[in-house]
């Protein structure tokens, strides 16, 4: 609302009166205290509290797609060298090793025959499992309802956390902000284009030589370059025309003011970092002429700095079972156009 000065300001000069506005604070759709609100598991009467936002993670998994690729690419070579077993499955065993990498927690059930032997083992939703008191989980699909398991047929792996000892925590917290910024850029620009209906530029004319109908004309011409194949040229005759007398104003040049590609460029960067995994592994196009190097010893190095220990991890499992149930072959690359396959030994 203008006060009554303004308006009286206004009046007395002819003009309109100078109005000063702000928007408000950018706020994110996903905030950082959303996902890490609480850095320790308080107990809530029935459980302890994960120490990040679970959900928050199922939804940033495919939030990017270097994130959500650079997971699938651990998954997929780890059960790519996993040797099944009758007792555990190579689909139960994708989405243990899945939700080890996703949430830095991940659970195998025992379950049992008819005589109390082990007929199979299980993996439950990591996103829906609690730990309780005494080494007993809880399976939590909603605020109110809450099934326990049996106790003792719940063997839980975790990536462990720096601030307390009850769940793990993914290693890649660190780049999610990274994550959601790539995907914001991506959405910003879509939703540029779908809108359709910015302004490009301000023709702005103050040629007085001009005759009425030649502004007729050029406000037809411009009217006419709208809709497909608008990337039309104008011709303007502009006889005794004076310096800047005609000026193309933009209003809307996106290419060149939001930094698309090195915002996406950079936050990629930060996510591959985040996630420790060579580029040339993701189906990513180097930029440079040199390429990222050679595939192979990428390979190599990567499985034994970051499949390596994860598989150990996953291997503990043996002993709590009392049985070797997981175990890995070696890693194989092919070789194309040849149908040859590289081992990728690691000691």
Wanted: aromatic content about 12%; charged content about 25%.
């Amino acid at each position: 609302m203008k006060s009554k000065t303004q308006k009286n300001n206004a009046k007395a000069t002819g003009s309109g009166a100078v109005e000063v506005f702000t928007f408000g604070d950018p706020t994110p759709v996903m905030e950082a205290r959303d996902l890490m609100g609480y850095f320790e598991s308080s107990w809530n009467g029935r459980y302890y509290e994960p120490p990040f936002n679970v959900a928050s993670l199922a939804k940033s998994y495919r939030a990017n797609p270097h994130h959500s690729s650079a997971i699938q690419v651990k998954r997929n070579i780890i059960s790519s060298a996993f040797i099944p077993h009758k007792k555990l499955s190579r689909q139960q065993f994708e989405r243990f090793a899945l939700e080890q990498i996703v949430f830095g927690n991940s659970y195998l059930e025992k379950i049992e025959n008819a005589l109390g032997g082990v007929l199979r083992y299980e993996s439950p939703l990591s996103k829906f499992v609690r730990a309780g008191k005494n080494g007993e989980y809880l399976y939590i699909p909603n605020y109110y309802d809450s099934y326990p398991f049996k106790s003792g047929s719940i063997y839980h792996l975790i990536e462990p956390d720096i601030n307390q000892d009850i769940y793990g925590a993914p290693d890649y917290l660190s780049g999610l902000q990274s994550a959601w910024l790539n995907e914001a850029a991506t959405l910003f620009r879509r939703k540029y284009y779908l809108n359709g209906s910015h302004a490009g530029f301000v023709f702005y004319m103050t040629d007085p030589a001009q005759d009425i109908k030649d502004v007729d004309n050029i406000r037809a011409a411009l009217k006419e370059a709208k809709g497909p194949g608008n990337f039309r040229n104008l011709f303007m005759y502009s006889p005794n025309g004076k310096k800047d007398g005609i000026q193309i104003i933009p209003i809307a040049e996106v290419q060149a003011k939001d930094e698309f590609f090195n915002i996406k460029n950079v936050s990629r960067d930060d996510v591959l970092a985040a996630h420790r995994v060579p580029p040339q592994l993701m189906g990513i196009v180097p930029n440079n002429a040199g390429g990222f190097g050679d595939i192979e010893k990428a390979a190599r190095v990567f499985a034994r700095n970051e499949l390596l220990p994860l598989q150990e991890r996953m291997k503990d499992f043996n002993a709590w079972a009392g049985e070797e149930v997981i175990s890995f072959g070696p890693y194989e690359i092919s070789v194309p156009g040849t149908g040859q396959k590289i081992k990728i030994e690691v000691d």
